[in-house]
């Protein structure tokens, strides 16, 4: 455990949530272990010393980047022994329990936002989370104990890029043991790391530092690479809007990480969400470094760019568009008659001469590609998308060992372990029937159980890819 931090964030949660930590010491108590661990792993939470058949309530509370408060709690009955263990606990009801069934790490993903209205939970633009975990029975706070959740390891740093300054937009974060390549006897293998390319989707920016934090905890210099402005914060260079984005902002970063010493040049991926997995296919294709792609919600076809008045390319490379399926007639259907946008990317694959044309030749990339996805996915088919790749990739005997999987109850967003998720937004085109309100599809539970999930099949498949290199 890191004493020094686990200290220093104790006295910032309890000055952050405006609370008294040093309560009366009582019989019952909250065992939290370990008190310090990484982001996308499980702690044991358990209440001891109550009466059996005590009712306790334990809460989680945190702040997110913007300093917005979320809340989670559950409500469980005291066991013959006097114990509430969260892994093996019923929870009593709702709005007493934010979630219905026995689960280790439900106060985590259960989360709601408290103030204003619901968004994503973003994290905090730092290596740590602070959580404050409280224990109350009968009404009466008894304890409150900070945790500290590691986005970071100690032996990552970070380093911020500008377009402006870098010729690449977004955070690099770094590796500078390598306590992954070791001997028994403690020997250095290899001064150097395998490396990722993180891209997201048609928000913008650059919304997965948080993974990122997280695959270079897992010993990968991983650049979290923004290669548009979107919603987020602007870097003047980048263009505003998904239209006409050049493959070459992404051949720029692959440079950029080429030059690092300490990356492996021989073992690169690249991994792309939604919108952002057709710039990472094309990426591989057009770059043979990229050795491995996982594609989350993705799709094999490049679809337009964003911009509800015409079709536009929303990729080019050389200076050409990249070959699109048209489909702007089928998202203005769907949007006047209130329908979730999936059915009209359904309809625009209907068109298989269309689709043909606009097929990314997948078949070129010189790696293993792994396309995860989810059978709930309301925004559109992934399932129907990542079997229509699998399907192309065998027709061309691509050599690699390509896979899928499709989780039942997952949505479209479905891999940030232990994360709580919103599952609306409002989808908003410029016309006088206002805006129409679509769902990302999947549960709150149902996303939260397939993430580490999802996380663990990430992991074990850049491992697997990655390593006949080393």
């Known amino acids: 455990m890191d ?10 949660a309890c000055l952050l949530f405006s609370m008294s930590c040093a309560l009366p010491a009582l019989a019952a108590s909250l065992d939290v272990q370990p008190l310090v661990s990484r982001a996308d792993a499980q702690v044991e939470i358990r209440a001891t010393g109550l009466q059996p058949g005590a009712l306790a309530t334990i809460s989680a509370t945190t702040r997110d980047s913007s300093g917005q408060l979320w809340r989670s709690a559950v409500t469980c009955k005291a066991d013959s022994t006097g114990v509430v263990d969260l892994a093996q606990c019923t929870p009593v009801g709702t709005p007493a329990s934010t979630y ?3 689960d280790p790490m439900g106060l985590f993903w259960s989360m709601r936002q408290q103030d204003g ?12 989370v602070a959580y404050v975990l409280t224990l109350a029975v009968n009404g009466k706070v008894i304890q409150r104990v900070p945790i500290i959740r590691q986005l970071m390891a100690d032996d990552v740093v970070r380093e911020k890029l500008s377009a402006s300054s870098d010729g690449v937009s977004g955070v690099v974060f770094q590796p500078v043991l390598p306590a992954h390549a070791k001997h028994a006897a403690g020997t250095r293998v290899s001064k150097r790391f395998p490396a990722v390319i993180l891209l997201g989707g048609s928000g913008g920016g650059h919304p997965w530092d948080d993974l990122a934090a997280l695959l270079a905890s897992h010993g990968y210099v991983t ?9 987020a914060s602007p870097d003047p260079p980048l263009p505003d809007d998904l239209v006409n984005i050049p493959v070459e902002t992404v051949g720029r970063a692959l440079a950029w990480l080429e030059k690092d010493p300490e990356v492996d040049t021989g073992r690169i991926a690249i991994v792309g969400h939604s919108r952002g997995s057709e710039l990472a296919l094309l990426s ?3 770059y043979p470094a990229f050795k491995a792609v996982v594609v989350l919600a993705g799709s094999p076809v490049a679809w337009p760019g964003i911009d509800y008045r015409r079709e536009v390319p929303a990729w080019t490379f050389g200076k050409k ?11 203005a259907r769907a949007y006047h008659e209130h329908k979730p946008p999936i059915t009209a990317f359904e309809e625009a694959l209907d068109d298989q001469a269309a689709v043909q044309a606009a097929f990314i030749p997948i078949q070129r990339i010189d790696g293993p590609i792994l396309f995860l996805g ?14 229509m790749a699998m399907a192309w990739l065998h027709r061309h005997h691509h050599r690699f060992a390509d896979s899928q999987e499709m989780f039942p109850d997952a949505g479209h967003f479905f891999f940030q372990p232990y994360t709580p998720v919103e599952h609306t937004v409002d989808w908003t085109i410029s ?3 206002g805006s129409t309100t679509i769902h990302y599809g999947g549960t709150l539970s149902g996303d939260a159980h397939t993430a580490p999930q999802a996380w663990a099949r990430i992991i074990e498949f850049l491992h697997a890819s990655l390593a006949r290199h080393g």
């Open 3 to 12: 004493t020094p931090r686990l200290s220093r964030l104790s006295a910032l």
């Open 100 to 102: 219905s069934k026995a």
């Open 117 to 128: 209205a619901p968004f994503f939970f973003q994290f905090p633009d730092a290596p740590d």
């Open 223 to 231: 650049l979290s690479l923004a290669y548009y402005n979107g919603f």
């Open 284 to 286: 591989a294709v057009h």
């Open 321 to 331: 568009p990249v070959p699109f399926l048209p489909s702007m007639s089928y998202f």
């Open 374 to 387: 989810g059978d709930a996915d309301e925004v559109w088919p992934s399932r129907r998308m990542a079997a």
């Open 431 to 433: 016309d006088p029937q």
